[in-house]
């Protein structure tokens, strides 16, 4: 495989990258100064390098200590979490300026209840991170697709188990699960939503 092959290859990889896109990126690179794709190479590296991962919610930010922005924000409802699949969800819902709570990235959905596909998502951390908080209400917003479905039932049994095992903060009412209400087409995905129709979901969700 010779070098060009390589690289597209490897843009192919992307998401929604299909073999001609990834051609067109490699041909662009190609016409590019060295001084540009330098810039490209360093900024990737400083990626990797600077960039990490939220130990509550699973975000990446850049900066001092392990907690991000929103986290360590004093002023968010400490007992709201909102449960997204992706970074670019919680960016999209944050857009909207209308949610105050914290977050939890799962890190994908599920086709099935299969070990093997199950142990690709962070269930033992969401259960962690539900067993420490002190939550009395919980959003579970996954796409409306058919994983998301699949992998909001297997959420929603994870974080009822470890409630169900946890000293009640008062009475049964007081902690409940709901959802994004309706307005979100079937099979839709949040990042492309545009900010009303997340806002509307936020304040209608039940």
Request: proline share 4%; with cysteine.
């Amino acid at each position: 495989m010779d070098s060009i092959d390589k690289l597209v290859e490897i843009f192919r990889r992307f998401p929604t990258v299909g073999s001609r896109t990834a051609g067109r990126f490699v041909y662009y690179l190609m016409k590019q100064p060295k001084q540009r794709t330098d810039e490209l190479i360093n900024a990737i590296l400083e990626l990797k390098n600077k960039i990490k991962l939220c130990q509550l919610c699973f975000d990446p930010f850049e900066g001092e200590g392990q907690i991000c922005k929103i986290c360590s924000n004093t002023s968010r409802n400490k007992n709201l979490l909102c449960i997204v699949e992706k970074e670019t969800d919680l960016s999209s819902l944050e857009s909207t300026k209308k949610y105050t709570g914290l977050y939890f990235i799962l890190g994908g959905t599920v086709a099935t209840m299969r070990k093997e596909d199950i142990s690709q998502l962070r269930i033992e951390e969401l259960k962690k991170r539900v067993k420490e908080g002190n939550f009395t209400e919980i959003i579970v917003a996954l796409n409306p697709t058919p994983e998301g479905r699949t992998t909001s039932v297997l959420v929603e049994q994870s974080i009822r188990e470890v409630w169900l095992s946890i000293k009640p903060a008062g009475p049964e009412q007081s902690r409940r699960i709901t959802h994004l209400a309706k307005g979100i087409p079937v099979g839709g995905e949040l990042e492309y939503i545009d900010e009303e129709t997340l806002e509307s979901a936020l304040e209608g969700r039940k």
